[in-house]
T-cell receptor, first 114, second 113 residues
Framework: QKEVEQDPGPLSVPEGAIVSLNCTYS??????FMWYRQYSRKGPELLMYTYSSGNKEDGRFTAQVDKSSKYISLFIRDSQPSDSATYLCAMSAYSGGSNYKLTFGKGTLLTVNP | DAGVIQSPRHEVTEMGQEVTLRCKPISGHDYLFWYRQTMMRGLELLIY????????DSGMPEDRFSAKMPNASFSTLKIQPSEPRDSAVYFC???????????FGAGTRLSVL
């Protein structure tokens, strides 16, 4: 079983739709959770950062972490064509010392159609 | 800040040739990461450095791959000899502080023919 599982999609939605992106993980030591957005032929850029369980909202984006289910989600409200990108979840067990690695999902390709 | 700078952006080479990828991290960042991204395997960590010292190279696929960080502002990833299965996009990222927020470069797209 991979440490992080993410449905690769592709996911195609009309403009204005609510988008839900998800990842599951197996390592219960993960406590830092991130979502990166990657436009075509660009490097990933951090979109959301969450520590431990709970919700975090930033504009149209909401990140949720459920550590009991080992499940994280990213919701995009009022999706725009400019949101079309690949979304990668990432997580790490500890920030600092020798265990500083991020483990990424394979990414979900999202297309928002005008 | 200009962000993480990688060069070259594209590299096309023939099997057996040596390939050197270069990275300049964000000034002041003390962690540097090399990743490889393919459709099949996604984004994989190859190696990372802290204060110019390699910390974990367990992701380096073979002895053909090597990485160095001679100073805080420069790192290289070398493949010698290159093989067609090394074709991928290679990213460099840097970070600092306790939150481990990594900033990525634009990547080097490598094609080995």
């Amino acid at each position: 079983q991979k440490e992080v599982e993410q449905d690769p999609g592709p996911l195609s939605v009309p403009e204005g739709a609510i988008v839900s992106l998800n990842c599951t993980y197996s390592n219960s030591a993960f406590q830092y959770f991130m979502w990166y957005r990657q436009y075509s032929r660009k490097g990933p850029e951090l979109l959301m950062y969450t520590y431990s369980s709970g919700n975090k909202e930033d504009g149209r984006f909401t990140a949720q972490v459920d550590k009991s289910s080992k499940y994280i989600s990213l919701f995009i409200r009022d999706s725009q064509p400019s949101d079309s990108a690949t979304y990668l979840c990432a997580m790490s067990a500890y920030s600092g010392g020798s265990n500083y690695k991020l483990t990424f999902g394979k990414g979900t390709l999202l297309t928002v159609n005008p | 800040d200009a962000g993480v700078i990688q060069s070259p952006r594209h590299e096309v080479t023939e099997m057996g040739q040596e390939v050197t990828l270069r990275c300049k991290p964000i000034s002041g960042h003390d962690y540097l990461f090399w990743y490889r991204q393919t459709m099949m395997r996604g984004l994989e960590l190859l190696i990372y450095f802290n204060n110019n010292v390699p910390i974990d190279d367990s992701g380096m696929p073979e002895d053909r791959f090597s990485a160095k960080m001679p100073n805080a502002s420069f790192s290289t990833l070398k493949i010698q000899p290159s093989e067609p299965r090394d074709s991928a996009v290679y990213f460099c990222a840097s970070s600092t502080g306790s939150r481990n927020i990594q900033y990525f470069g634009a990547g080097t797209r490598l094609s080995v023919l």
